[in-house]
C-alpha cells in the first residue's frame, strides 16, 4: 500500500520556523516529483513546492527565500523547511508524488499524504 504520511506541523509566532517532513512507503519515489502544496481555510489547495529527481526546484512566487524543499531518495523521504513563516502561511500542507508535466498542477499527482496542520501566530 502506497503511504505518504506529513509530520512536523504545528503552532508557531510569526517569523519562526518549522520543519515539515513526508515519509513514503509502498514503493520507490526517486523517480518522481515531491510537491508540497497547502489549503488554507476557504480556500483552494494551491502550490508551494516541488523537487524533482535530479534535484530542480520550484517555488511559488509567495514563499521563494524563506521555503526551502529537499529530498532524500534514500530515505523516501521530502522535506520542506520553512522560515519566516507569516500568519497567511496558516494553511494544511500536504505532500504529494507524481510525475507532472507542469509542477504546480495539483491534478497530476498521483499520490497525496493526509495533510499536517501549520498555524502560523501575529
Known amino acids: 500500500q502506497v503511504q505518504l504520511v506529513e509530520s512536523g506541523g504545528g503552532l508557531v509566532q510569526a517569523g519562526g520556523s518549522l520543519r515539515l517532513s513526508c515519509a513514503a512507503s509502498?514503493?520507490?519515489?526517486?523517480?518522481?516529483?515531491m510537491a508540497w502544496f497547502r489549503q488554507g481555510p476557504g480556500k483552494e489547495r494551491v502550490f508551494v513546492a516541488g523537487?524533482?529527481?535530479?534535484?530542480?526546484?520550484y517555488y511559488a512566487d509567495s514563499v521563494k527565500g524563506r521555503f526551502t524543499t529537499s529530498r532524500d531518495n534514500a530515505a523516501n523521504t521530502v522535506y520542506l523547511q520553512m522560515n519566516s513563516l507569516k500568519p497567511e502561511d496558516t494553511a494544511v500542507y500536504y505532500c504529494?508524488?507524481?510525475?507532472?508535466?507542469?509542477?504546480?498542477?495539483?491534478?497530476?499527482?498521483?499520490?497525496w499524504g493526509q495533510g499536517t496542520q501549520v498555524t502560523v501566530s501575529s
Open positions: 504529494a508524488a507524481g510525475k507532472p508535466i507542469v509542477v504546480a498542477n495539483t491534478a497530476r499527482y498521483d499520490y
Open positions: 523537487i524533482h529527481w535530479n534535484g530542480n526546484t
Open positions: 509502498g514503493r520507490t519515489f526517486s523517480g518522481d516529483v
